[in-house]
């Protein structure tokens, strides 16, 4: 018998994306709530408990409010929202994190789907931070720039002349500047720091795609390493994963375009340095929706199924993603 999936939430942006990469599958089946009974919360509590995995695609409250809706403990949870990801018995679903993170996440009851600035930076300094290269008191500062589609459905329809206003709207909007941005206390406890980073994102007028960069003086890490320093520990951590490659140092692209990786699960970490003035920059590229996103959160579940299949990519035709 195929496991069952309900998506709650699955008209948004992250739900469309994860009901496109599992179109076609016929290891799964997909559990919908009937569209005249979308608002009905009966009915969405009885899928919530019929299924095999839950996957939340919801406002935080919404998705708090979800989780506590499921009351059949044969029910595992995998939560796209921003609510559980440092919420005690919840496993962080970046498969990637440490040597037995892929293990944990396939035994795991709750699973919590990082943010697409979080892995990002994550996948930057857990490495470093676990070789002893990078201090965990270290002063981090974090930018990021997402493509538009990480704003939600409403920002997309406005985008794409299909709404009236929003905050975010235009070529390119710095945001957050209350420097309180909802992934930090992911980027602290993930990314192996005992402070909050310095995360300043922003948003630009293309659809998906991200980079995520971290600046660095090497004279004020531990050891003063070099650049290529940096870049081992990033290739001893990721050799052999699938989904993230560090790029060669030498002959690296010194101009970066954050839509390369849109449509695919793959994540390109980067590594720069001038020398001579002791500057160093880590760079991370992926798509807000696939790595970011839906992508992570289909190789979650197929982790939790069981179903990890080493042809599979996660990645989604556009004109299939519905948004």
């Known amino acids: 018998m195929k496991p069952s999936v309900f998506i709650d939430g699955e008209a948004g942006t992250t739900g469309l994306q994860i009901r496109a990469r599992l179109a076609g599958r016929t290891d799964v089946e997909l559990v919908s709530v009937d569209p005249a009974r979308r608002k009905d919360d009966a009915e969405r509590r009885r899928l919530l408990n019929a299924v095999d995995v839950a996957v939340l695609c919801l406002p935080d409250e919404a998705a708090r409010e979800a989780a506590g809706m499921v009351e059949n403990p044969a029910t595992r949870i995998l939560d796209a929202s921003s609510a559980h990801r440092v919420t005690e018995g919840w496993t962080y679903g970046l498969p990637e994190l440490t040597a037995t993170q892929e293990g944990e996440i396939a035994e795991a009851r709750r699973v919590s789907v990082p943010g697409c600035y979080a892995t990002g930076m994550v996948a930057l300094t857990r490495p470093l931070v676990d070789a002893g290269l990078l201090g965990p008191d270290h002063p981090l500062s974090v930018q990021g720039a997402s493509g538009y589609s990480g704003g939600g459905r409403q920002l997309v329809d406005v985008m794409e002349g299909r709404g009236g206003e929003h905050r ?47 600046p660095l003086f090497t004279r004020t890490l531990p050891g003063r390493p070099t650049g290529a320093d940096l870049h081992a520990a990033l290739s001893a951590h990721y050799a052999g994963r699938r989904f993230v490659r560090v790029v060669p140092m030498e002959g690296a692209p010194t101009v970066l375009d954050p839509e390369a990786l849109a449509d695919t699960n793959d994540m390109e970490l980067f590594v720069y340095e001038n020398a001579e003035l002791g500057h160093a920059l880590l760079v991370a590229r992926l798509d807000n929706l696939g790595k970011g996103a839906s992508g992570q959160a289909v190789q979650d579940l197929d982790l939790m199924l069981g179903l990890s299949d080493p042809t599979r990519d996660y990645g989604v035709p556009r004109e299939a993603a519905g948004v």
């Open 168 to 214: 975010l709207a235009g070529p390119y909007r710095a945001y957050a500047l209350e420097l309180a941005h909802k992934h930090e206390p992911e980027m602290q406890r993930y990314g192996g720091l005992s402070g909050r980073p310095l995360f300043t994102p922003s948003v630009g007028a293309w659809r998906q795609g991200m980079l995520v960069q971290i």
